[in-house]
């Protein structure tokens, strides 16, 4: 956790020294009724029962670099479970070293997105694994490509047929991204942020809760909300003003690559904030890496308000608090390839 400034120190003593146990509960109470504390189990997902043999199998392949066409990239190699699910670049690299176009986000509590991707086009993790599968920058494969490749290794094919039971041919593309789906929805990080939500009034310190305070005050929790703290609704950037062309591209309009809605031009997915102080660089342009420029961008842009240097000390330091602890993943001892297995290739295959 960063060193707080003197002013946030002096700011959190004058709001919250000494707290007691009813502005605690109060505090509590509102942030409860805007926010939701993680559960304590791997939630549901639709058309997709989670099964042990599913999750074990999404993490086989979630880690499998043999899913793009050069062998290169994994899924992992985006959304980099080590470092706050994402790969800490401004935009990911991809098939042949190209630069994608946006910031990956992080794969971690991704399940409580409202869709994946910062427009988004894919309406659950399911769909969200298919996308940079088949992408030409990103691991350039085809289905077709991808069942041949999997059937090429017995291995595999035992665990398909363990993770989905009553399918007569279980190795398909679907079926890939269903088990992805339920190793993902694996990846909580319960936080201090949670144990407050829960009952535990020293989980957050004084500054931290001063900036929750703030945080719901000044408007912010308008957009970034939920379980996920984000990740639920769609936002222009620059709801009171537009920031530059250096932090928002002009060529990327965001949801309107979607919709096709001149409403939804530069309209992107309310980015979800848990981990958010490890995920740098930050928007879907991946333009700023300091979490202070963040907030501030954000309250002049969406709110039309200028906080001070307190304020933002304080608000990056509750979103520290919402930093929590990834769970612990033995890497995975992959599948070994067969003769049959397709050899990796530079070319961007096409379906």
């Keep these: 956790m960063q060193r707080l400034g003197i002013a946030a120190a002096a700011l959190a003593g004058a709001v919250l020294s000494a707290m007691s146990p009813v502005l605690a509960d109060d505090l509590r109470e509102r942030a409860n009724a805007v926010f939701k504390p993680l559960p304590s189990t791997v939630p549901a997902v639709k058309d997709n029962r989670i099964t042990p043999e599913k999750i074990e199998l999404g993490k086989a392949l979630f880690f499998d670099p043999r899913l793009s066409a050069s062998g290169v990239f994994s899924c992992n190699s985006c959304h980099n479970l080590a470092t706050g699910g994402d790969d800490n670049l401004e935009t990911s690299i991809g098939h042949g070293w190209q630069k994608g176009p946006r910031n990956a986000p992080t794969a971690l509590n991704s399940v409580f997105n409202e869709a994946q991707f910062w427009d988004g086009r894919a309406e659950d993790l399911k769909a969200q694994a298919k996308g940079p599968i088949q992408a030409g920058v990103e691991m350039a494969n085809t289905p077709q490509q991808v069942v041949t490749t999997l059937e090429s290794m017995p291995q595999y094919v035992t665990w398909f047929k363990a993770a989905f039971p009553d399918e007569k041919e279980p190795v398909t593309f679907d079926n890939m991204a269903k088990a992805i789906e339920a190793f993902e929805a694996t990846l909580l990080t319960p936080s201090p942020f949670d144990k407050f939500l829960n009952g535990d009034d020293l989980a957050l310190t004084d500054v931290q809760k001063t900036g929750l305070g703030l945080f719901m005050d000044k408007g912010c929790a308008g957009c970034h909300s939920g379980i996920n703290v984000g990740g639920m609704g769609y936002y222009p950037f620059g709801v009171q003003e537009k920031p530059g062309a250096e932090i928002l591209p002009e060529g990327d309009k965001g949801r309107f690559t979607v919709t096709a809605t001149a409403d939804d ?28 420029q963040a907030v501030a961008i954000m309250s002049t842009s969406q ?9 933002i000390d304080a608000i990056v330091e509750f979103l520290h608090g919402l930093t929590g602890d990834v769970p612990r993943i033995e890497y995975p001892v992959l599948p070994a390839e067969t003769a049959t297995t397709p050899r990796p290739t530079s070319e961007i295959l096409k379906k």
């Design 265 to 292: 031009q530069y309209v992107f997915r309310a980015a979800p904030l848990r981990n958010v102080a490890v995920t740098a660089p930050y928007f879907h342009s991946g333009k700023v890496w300091d979490l202070r």
């Design 303 to 311: 709110l039309g308000t200028e906080l001070t240097a307190t304020e």
